[in-house]
T-cell receptor, first 112, second 111 residues
Framework: GESVGLHLPTLSVQEGDNSIINCAYSNSASDYFIWYKQESGKGPQFIIDIRSNMDKRQGQRVTVLLNKTVKHLSLQIAATQPGDSAVYFCADLSGGSYIPTFGRGTSLIVHP | DAGITQSPRYKITETGRQVTLMCHQTWSHSYMFWYRQDLGHGLRLIYYSAAADITDKGEVPDGYVVSRSKTENFPLTLESATRSQTSVYFC??????????FGDGTRLSIL
């Protein structure tokens, strides 16, 4: 299948390390943010979301941090596993809109 | 099973042919979307729909037609396929102000 990772920023980590993937957004009116994971040959899969009234939200092995001041979002993956290898991208929505703006993505490669 | 299903998963056709990509969701989500994903461009919105019989153009609508006669179905038609429409096509659904849920895509090659 196609590789959506080509031409994307790449983060290479060792299995067991923590990974941090960053995303910048441009719309200061954005108030809802989503992280997706896309494995090769599959569609984007929802990981975690956060609304603008929060700075941090935790899920299973994942944490999303939101810094509205600098319009920055990060996804932290704890104890990264080979199965976490994928392209990760963020999306943001502004109030009143139901059409997200997607980031270009980061390719995460986990070495055993 | 609940979810969003795209068909076919793979399609090869020739320029000038009409092609229809199918999308079916079982969540009864109001909103449905069609994207294409190409190297170097990320996800680009083709068309979207807020409800049955309501559709709107996205970023790259030229050469595509959609319809939504039922809430659960949102087919995408390439009326006269061109090589530039070779891509991976994703359908998604969602509720207002919520995350979109994607199908696994249709890989379309136009020769």
């Amino acid at each position: 299948g196609e590789s959506v990772g080509l031409h994307l920023p790449t983060l290479s980590v060792q299995e067991g390390d923590n990974s941090i993937i960053n995303c910048a957004y441009s719309n200061s009116a954005s108030d809802y943010f989503i992280w997706y994971k896309q494995e090769s040959g599959k569609g984007p899969q929802f990981i975690i979301d956060i609304r603008s009234n929060m700075d941090k939200r935790q899920g299973q092995r994942v944490t999303v941090l939101l810094n509205k001041t600098v319009k920055h979002l990060s996804l932290q993956i704890a104890a990264t596993q080979p199965g976490d290898s994928a392209v990760y991208f963020c999306a943001d929505l502004s109030g009143g809109s139901y059409i997200p703006t997607f980031g270009r993505g980061t390719s995460l490669i986990v070495h055993p | 099973d609940a979810g969003i299903t795209q068909s076919p998963r793979y399609k090869i056709t020739e320029t000038g042919r009409q092609v229809t990509l199918m999308c079916h969701q079982t969540w009864s989500h109001s909103y449905m979307f069609w994207y294409r994903q190409d190297l170097g461009h990320g996800l680009r919105l083709i068309y979207y729909s807020a409800a049955a019989d309501i559709t709107d153009k996205g970023e790259v609508p030229d050469g595509y037609v959609v319809s939504r006669s039922k809430t659960e179905n949102f087919p995408l038609t390439l009326e006269s396929a061109t090589r530039s429409q070779t891509s991976v096509y994703f359908c998604a659904s969602g509720q207002v102000r919520g995350a979109q849920h994607f199908g696994d895509g249709t890989r379309l090659s136009i020769l």
